[in-house]
């Protein structure tokens, strides 16, 4: 066998499109491995959505260098969102690359390979396919995670100014539902997985034009039977609306939890980011859902820093956060990213006022992050088990709520990654739950089992 190894970084659409990149290499006799020194195969799958995040490529391919000088057969692929906006650029910077590839082209590996070899010359291959056909994703290969990654679209038809996703990602595509319902299906009853979560740029313009939207594929999906947990990531506030927050309320498997990226709490700001809502629209979605489900737990994402951000709008933001008091939340210094409409903008922020504001928020995010962790103490909670390890004599599992939040469980019995378990939260160490197996509690007779690897 051959050895591929894979290197993922970015966001929820970046782990599914390695998986689809992995299963398109196996049956042509690649194994994934994690040594990085006995691959013949490297793929990277880049993000381009900050500055950062594409300087991180750069130094993890000058890593490479030594280890490609010693086995020249070696062959490294880019692959994601960078390879998509770079391009040609990236392999007059980096020679050792051999391979270029776009989010559209995630299927197509053997053949750049092949191509690679028969001209001898490096492969550069980014053009947006017309058709859906990074959705034939059959015999996929997957992570062995609790939760199933599903594709249901791609790309984004909002414009954000800031934004490299419509450059890298294009315009949204929908999956059909079959090839959906097909992929749901396989991870539930031939793989196990209790959880699915679907994946996109913007879920809820799943369908958009259509009378199937994405509610009404929530809808569908909760009549998969053995289908236990049912996630989604991402949500645009725009497209978030009364039928999607009565999902929560009716569809006993929508877990309580929702990621809806605020970015700003100044309407200013919202609309030079071109974000298409208001504050106050947004805490009236969130009203909103609250209202349907009041168990709901709220993520967010928020830019500090965009061009024009006043210490008033600044100020706005951290209002908004301690009113809304999300569970948790991302926070980022802006990046102006090439060609994106901001790039207008005058980027009149110094860095260490977005440093400071960066470090503000973050502090008040902690709190309410931290308090939102704390009120569950004294509660029973059902867990999913994401892994079971041994530290220091004692038995530990990790796993999330419905909620999302991250438990660590005291435990002396031994649980498979996507086993269900029920706990009792008896403290906190900042968000993550800590807690009791109550298996344990409720079968007092229950005998240790003995712990190895193979059952972890
Ligand atoms: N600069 C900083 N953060 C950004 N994001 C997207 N583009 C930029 C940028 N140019 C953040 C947004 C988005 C998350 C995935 O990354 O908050 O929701
Ligand atoms: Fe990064 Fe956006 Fe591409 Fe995901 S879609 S990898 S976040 S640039």
């Not at 381009?48 to 490529?57: D, G, M, P, T």
């Not at 056909?133 to 791609?154: A, C, E």
């Not at 009364?242 to 609309?271: E, T």
Request: with cysteine; glycine share 6%.
């Amino acid at each position: 066998m051959k050895q591929i190894y894979i290197q993922t970084f970015g966001c929820q659409m970046n782990i599914s499109d390695s998986e689809t990149i992995l299963s398109s290499m196996t049956p042509h006799g690649y194994q994934q491995t994690e040594t990085l020194e006995t691959a013949d195969l490297i793929v990277i799958n880049t993000c381009s959505i900050r500055e950062k995040a594409e300087q991180k490529l750069r130094s993890y391919v000058g890593r490479l260098k030594p280890i490609k000088e010693h086995s020249p057969h070696l062959r490294i692929a880019i692959a994601g969102c960078m390879a998509q906006r770079v391009g040609k650029e990236l392999l007059r910077s980096m020679p050792i690359i051999d391979i270029v590839m776009g989010p559209d082209q995630v299927r197509d590996l053997p053949e750049l390979l092949e191509a690679r070899d028969y001209s001898g010359k490096p492969i550069v291959r980014t053009e947006f396919e017309p058709e859906d056909t990074q959705f034939n994703l059959d015999h996929r290969t997957y992570r062995d995670k609790s939760s199933g990654f599903v594709p249901i679209m791609k790309g984004c038809d909002h414009k954000c100014t800031y934004c490299i996703v419509p450059f890298t990602r294009g315009t949204e595509k929908s999956r059909p539902l079959d090839s959906i319902l097909e992929e749901v299906g396989f991870l539930i009853h031939r793989k196990g997985l209790k959880e699915i979560t679907l994946v996109g740029q913007n879920v809820n313009g799943y369908g958009r034009g259509t009378a199937f939207d994405f509610p009404k594929l929530l809808w569908r999906l909760a009549q998969i039977p053995r289908l236990h947990r049912l996630r989604f990531i991402t949500s645009h506030p725009k497209d978030a609306n009364q039928d999607l927050a009565n999902c929560f309320r009716d569809i006993p498997v929508v877990s309580p939890y929702l990621h809806l990226p605020i970015q700003s709490g100044s309407n200013a700001v919202l609309k030079r980011m071109k974000r298409l809502y208001t504050h106050e629209e947004y805490r009236d979605s969130i009203a909103m859902f609250r209202t349907a489900q009041p168990r709901l737990a709220f993520s967010t994402d928020i830019i500090v820093g965009f061009p024009g951000e006043t210490d008033e709008d600044f100020q706005d933001t951290l209002k908004l956060v301690e009113d809304i008091q999300f569970d948790f939340a991302y926070s980022f210094i802006y990046s102006e990213r090439p060609n994106t409409p901001a790039t207008r903008l005058k980027d009149d922020i110094p860095l260490d006022v977005k440093k400071k504001r960066l470090f503000l928020l973050q502090k008040k995010l902690q709190e309410s992050a931290n308090a939102k962790s704390l009120k569950l103490v004294g509660t029973e909670q059902e867990l999913l088990v994401e892994k079971s390890y041994e530290k220091d004599g004692a038995f530990y599992v990790e796993g999330r709520t419905d909620t999302f939040k991250i438990s660590r469980i005291a435990t002396d019995r031994s649980y498979a990654y996507h086993d269900l378990m029920r706990a009792k939260i008896t403290s906190t160490y900042e968000t993550t739950l800590l807690g009791s197996d109550l298996t344990l509690e409720t079968h007092p007779t229950h005998q240790s089992t003995i712990h190895t690897h193979a059952s972890l």
